[in-house]
């Protein structure tokens, strides 16, 4: 037999538990993780934003000095043009000039790419900013609506708390941590009666009664070697 106060123990560990898994089950509680990963999904977005438009800021500054150095070249062999009177120089001059046009081209065609992503990522910007302050307004009414629903149980989580308090005073000191070894372990109910002097009361498996006799003699409980819980006789 196990003492009557570590099964009451046990029994209001119950009640605790019940109370936690409605608490978990509360629309606001999953609300307010939904509210958490979605702003904080929000923010991450906008960090990626802003650096990527840091970036873009760089390589516009870039290509504009591209710009700048090919429209000196193109300056200077436009002079040199100017000067010349001979055909294959002429030709030559030409063709480092077209080359130059070219690049000037290219040059332009990637400045307006980077203005056009910087386009793109302004509106994303603009999109996730506003959307954070819902976010974050959602998940602080939840948090609201949630806490109060903890707050309802508080009184009985008290009282529950402090008759354990009371029971753990006389509750023998090795069978109680035998229950929070196993309790610990995610087990619940630990302590399970005998059914039918072969069962175990928590998993409900057969058991030779040779086995169980062994285990019990001298003895006034035996672990579950199905299920780890700790079975006792009911007499
Ligand atoms: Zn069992």
């Known amino acids: 037999m196990i003492q009557q106060e570590m099964l009451t123990y046990q029994q ?29 999904d929000c923010e991450e977005t906008i960090a990626r934003l802003d650096a990527r438009a840091a970036d873009l800021k760089t390589q516009l500054a870039q290509a504009q000095q591209t710009v700048q150095k090919i ?3 193109i300056e200077e062999h436009s002079r040199e043009i100017g000067t010349l009177e001979d055909v294959d120089e002429l030709n030559y001059m030409n063709k480092k ?19 056009r992503e910087g386009e793109d990522i302004a509106q994303s910007f603009d999109e996730a900013s506003s959307k954070l302050p819902r976010l974050v307004a959602g998940y602080r009414k939840c948090d609201e609506e949630f806490n109060k629903a903890a707050a ?16 753990k005073k006389v509750i023998d000191e090795n069978i109680f941590n035998v229950y929070k070894k196993v309790s610990d372990g995610g087990l619940y109910p630990v302590f399970v009666p005998l059914e039918e002097g072969t069962r175990c009361g928590g998993c409900r498996m057969e058991m030779p009664k040779a086995a169980v006799d062994a285990q019990f003699a001298g003895k006034s409980y035996m672990r579950c070697e ?3 819980r700790i079975i006792f006789k009911n007499d």
């Open 152 to 167: 309802e149980v508080k009184p009985r989580v008290a009282e529950i708390r402090a008759r354990q308090a009371e029971l």
């Open 97 to 115: 000039l077209n080359e130059q046009l070219n690049e000037l081209s290219a040059v332009e065609k990637e400045i307006k790419r980077i203005v």
């Open 226 to 228: 199905h299920c780890g």
């Open 12 to 40: 209001l560990d119950g009640e605790l538990n019940r109370i936690e898994r409605e608490l978990r089950k509360n629309e606001n509680f999953i609300k307010r993780r939904q509210y958490k990963a979605a702003s904080q």
């Open 71 to 73: 429209t000196e070249v």
